[in-house]
Nanobody
Framework: QVQLDESGGGLVQTGGSVGLSCVAS????????MAWFRQVPGKERQFVAA????????YYADSVRGRFTISRDNAKNTVLLRMNSLTPEDTAGYYC????????????????????WGQGTQVTVSS
């Protein structure tokens, strides 16, 4: 069993930056894919970014590529998401998900692939 805890959300202005973190605890000594998804009321959860343990390969949604960076700190069992050049369209609850395997590219964007989820952290970008 794995527990995930997100933090770092808040209120920022358009063009600003926010860093999110997801700390994993429990049985973390497995292969993994960890990802960030976001969700706004009335819409389905949307893929943001993912990172794989085997080779550190990263994946990004087209809407955030070039602005967001996902990274890992293995010593701290933590995955980070640095979000730059924020716009109001980035406003959402951000959720960290984990799958205990190295997912292929076609699978990482599917939220149903992930077995563990954090409670989310809210990011609000003012116009």
């Amino acid at each position: 069993q794995v527990q995930l805890d997100e933090s770092g959300g808040g209120l920022v202005q358009t063009g600003g930056s926010v860093g999110l973190s997801c700390v994993a605890s429990g049985r973390t000594d497995t292969a993994y894919t960890m990802a960030w998804f976001r969700q706004v009321p009335g819409k389905e959860r949307q893929f943001v970014a993912a990172i794989r343990s085997g080779d550190g390969h990263t994946y990004y949604a087209d809407s955030v590529r070039g602005r967001f960076t996902i990274s890992r700190d293995n010593a701290k069992n933590t995955v980070l998401l640095r979000m730059n050049s924020l716009t109001p369209e980035d406003t959402a609850g951000y959720y960290c998900g984990r799958r205990n395997s190295n997912l292929i590219m076609s699978a990482v964007k599917n939220d149903r692939m992930y077995d563990y989820w954090g409670q989310g952290t809210q990011v609000t970008v003012s116009s």
